[in-house]
């Protein structure tokens, strides 16, 4: 929804049909007795009086619709019907008539000017007539365009910007767990009850110059089901687990992005940033936004590397693209960059850093190599996937660097079938007192089907295994079985504002343990966008 127009006067046919349809709701009221306002007294001051008569509408059988019927057949007017031509039994306003009139004599005037079509004694005596006939509804149209030319002009000097958008996104989402808790006892059953819960988004996107953009974006939610309380893993998480509000509206990301030069975006984030927001993730059908369309869970929607690090960071970014093929994302965030003491800050705490270049060798298929580099001073990577290991491969409070590296890929095979994964690998290594370090790898493959029965709609169908520990330093921190994940779901649209995603996860060796077994997600979640 535009809520200031970046220009009323640039097309005055849009202008001139606004008058017309003001006309009509004018006469109508002007019709009845009412009581005007002091603004439009001082209106009526402007023009003269008109008659009882003069109110009266145009019939078909009146002199002059017949008149204008003839100009239009004769020099083929524009007045709004598809053929030119009123239909024979109606009646019109005369404020709408004297409009159309108006209308087809610029027309008249502009053939005459040209030489096109020279007008008869005739003809000229029965446009002077109507003129005469309907000069008081002619002064009031075009007093009334004056006006409206005014206010334009008054409103885009004093506008705030030249757009600003709102956009709300919705999402309400039941779902529920099944199956063995992931707590290295096979007889032991999940405890979950079917839960109810939504996200709202409130995005307010603002250009000052018409190539930049600001993002404010507030966001409410209630207590967003971690599936990892009940479950005993953080391969359950779900997509549109985006943080709990407690029924609260609060500003959940503020970011400001701006062309430097010919073939660079520059991005500027002062909360609560991760690097998928700049950054291409390669998967398009999975990738969920929050949980508003895509993967029905937080590891398929995209790889976990570039999660890696940040929860709430702040930072800046770049992307630059020289062509249509090829692009290169950078980017720095900081977690506690508006901490001024100790180990925090822009540069003196937990952040990662990425570099990303990507490469469509043909429109319908896309590679990218990845490489992040984290510091965290708590030791944690932050991904929330996978293994419990896979996220502390040394343990809360032991501070680390990692190096993580990726390549992915997506090939649209055919219009209603795409085919995208990716291979992930980190090494982590502690930086206190002991040595030691880890190796992390996940890696997906996920199908998605367009237009599957109904146009704008996706199926999607994923395997993977979340991050595993394959090798630690500290042997009792390696994951000894491996888990994979499925997992399918239907993005159906009902409308351009509301669609349905029914989602199913499927999980086998819960926690990467070959003792834990298998769990059960599903969901179903309902999106209202506008």
Same mark, same amino acid.
């Given at each position: @929804?535009?809520i200031l127009?970046?220009?009323?006067?640039?097309?005055?046919?849009?202008i001139?049909?606004?008058?017309?349809?003001?006309s009509?709701?004018v006469?109508?009221?002007?019709?009845?007795?009412? *009581?005007?306002?002091?603004p439009?007294?001082?209106e009526?001051?402007?023009?003269p009086?008109?008659s009882?008569?003069?109110?009266?509408?145009?019939?078909?059988t009146d002199w002059?619709?017949?008149e204008?019927?003839f100009?239009?057949?004769?020099?083929?007017?524009?007045?709004?019907y598809s053929d030119?031509a009123?239909?024979v039994?109606h009646?019109?306003?005369r404020y709408?008539?004297?409009?159309?009139l108006?209308?087809c004599?610029?027309?008249?005037?502009?053939?005459?000017e040209n030489?096109d079509?020279?007008?008869?004694?005739?003809e000229?005596s *029965?446009i002077?007539?109507l003129?005469d006939?309907?000069?008081v509804e002619?002064i009031t149209?075009?007093?009334r365009?004056?006006?409206l030319?005014a206010?334009?002009v008054?409103?885009?000097?004093?506008?705030?910007?030249?757009?600003?958008?709102?956009?709300i996104s919705v999402?309400?989402a039941?779902?529920?767990?099944?199956g063995?808790s992931?707590?290295?006892n096979?007889?032991?059953t999940i405890d979950s009850?079917?839960?109810?819960?939504?996200?709202?988004?409130i995005?307010?996107?603002?250009?000052?110059?018409g190539?930049d953009r600001?993002?404010?974006?507030?966001q409410a939610?209630?207590?967003?089901?971690?599936?990892n309380?009940? *479950?005993g893993t953080?391969m *359950?998480r779900?997509?549109?687990?985006?943080?709990?509000?407690?029924?609260?509206?609060?500003?959940?990301?503020l970011?400001y992005?701006?062309?430097?030069g010919?073939?660079?975006?520059?991005y500027?984030?002062?909360n609560?940033?991760?690097?998928?927001?700049?950054?291409?993730v390669?998967?398009?059908y999975?990738?969920s936004?929050?949980?508003?369309?895509g993967?029905p869970?937080?590891?398929?929607?995209r790889?976990?590397?570039?999660?890696?690090?940040?929860?709430?960071?702040?930072?800046f970014?770049?992307v630059?693209k020289p062509n249509?093929?090829l692009r290169?994302?950078l980017g720095?965030?900081?977690?506690?960059a508006?901490i001024?003491?100790?180990?925090?800050?822009?540069?003196?705490?937990?952040?990662s850093? =990425?570099?990303?270049?990507s490469?469509?060798?043909?429109?319908?298929?896309?590679l990218?190599?990845?490489y992040?580099?984290?510091?965290?001073?708590?030791?944690d =990577?932050?991904?929330?996937?996978g293994s419990t290991f896979?996220?502390?491969p040394?343990g809360?409070?032991?501070?680390l660097?990692?190096?993580s590296y990726?390549?992915?890929?997506?090939?649209?095979?055919?219009?209603?079938?795409?085919v995208?994964?990716w291979?992930?690998?980190t090494?982590?290594?502690?930086?206190?007192?002991v040595?030691?370090d880890?190796?992390?790898?996940?890696?997906?493959?996920?199908?998605?089907?367009?237009?599957l029965?109904k146009k704008?709609?996706?199926?999607g169908?994923g395997?993977? @295994?979340?991050p595993?520990?394959?090798?630690?330093?500290?042997?009792?921190?390696e994951?000894?079985?491996?888990?994979?994940?499925?997992e399918a779901?239907?993005e159906?649209?009902?409308?351009?504002n509301?669609?349905?995603?029914p989602?199913?996860?499927?999980?086998i060796?819960?926690?990467h343990?070959?003792?834990?077994g298998?769990i059960?997600?599903?969901? @179903?979640?309902?999106v209202?966008?506008?």
């Open positions: @929804m535009t127009p970046e220009n009323l006067l640039s097309n005055c046919t849009a001139f049909s606004l008058i017309i349809v003001f009509n709701t006469l109508a009221s002007e019709q009845q007795e009412r *009581t005007f306002t002091q439009e007294l001082e009526q001051k402007e023009i009086t008109t009882v008569s003069e109110l009266s509408d145009v019939k078909s002059a619709f017949q204008l019927q100009l239009i057949k004769r020099y083929g007017c524009t007045t709004g030119n009123y239909p039994h009646q019109f306003t709408k008539f004297a409009a159309a108006n209308a004599l610029d027309e008249v005037n502009q053939l005459v030489q079509t020279p007008l008869t004694s005739v000229i *029965t002077q007539r003129k006939e309907f000069a002619l149209l075009q007093n365009l004056n006006k030319e206010q334009s008054e409103i885009t000097a004093n506008q705030f910007s030249i757009t600003t958008q709102l956009s999402v309400l039941a779902s529920d767990a099944i063995d992931a707590d290295n096979p007889n032991t009850n079917l839960a109810f819960n939504y996200r709202a988004r995005n307010l996107l603002t250009s000052f110059t190539r600001l993002l404010v974006r507030l939610s209630n207590r967003v089901p971690n599936f309380g009940v *479950t953080n *359950t779900q997509s549109f687990e985006v943080g709990n509000t407690d029924n609260n509206l609060a500003l959940n990301l970011e992005q701006f062309p430097a010919e073939n660079w975006q520059i500027l984030y002062a609560a940033a991760s690097h998928h927001y700049y950054a291409t390669i998967n398009p999975f990738a936004f929050g949980g508003a369309k993967s869970s937080r590891f398929l929607e790889n976990p590397i570039y999660r890696i690090g940040n929860t709430t960071g702040s930072g970014a770049a630059y249509e093929s290169l994302d720095y965030l900081a977690q506690n508006d001024a003491t100790g180990a925090a800050g822009l540069f003196n705490g937990t952040y850093g =990425l570099v990303q270049l490469y469509k060798p043909f429109s319908n298929a896309e990218g190599l990845l992040v580099r984290n510091y965290s001073d708590n030791g =990577l932050a991904h929330r996937t896979s996220n502390l040394f809360l409070g032991v501070p660097v990692s190096n990726a390549v992915s890929g997506l090939w649209k095979i055919f219009p209603q079938l795409a995208s994964g291979f992930g690998y090494n982590a290594e502690r930086v206190d007192s040595q030691g880890a190796d992390i790898i996940n890696y997906a493959v996920n199908f998605a089907f367009p237009d029965f704008s709609a996706i199926g169908l395997f993977g @295994m979340p595993k520990v394959i090798r630690n330093a500290i042997a009792a921190r994951d000894t079985g491996t888990g994979l994940h499925f779901f239907y159906y649209p009902l409308n351009n509301i669609k349905l995603i989602g199913a996860i499927y999980i060796n819960s926690n343990n070959n003792t834990n298998d059960f997600v599903g969901t @179903m979640r309902m209202l966008s506008f």
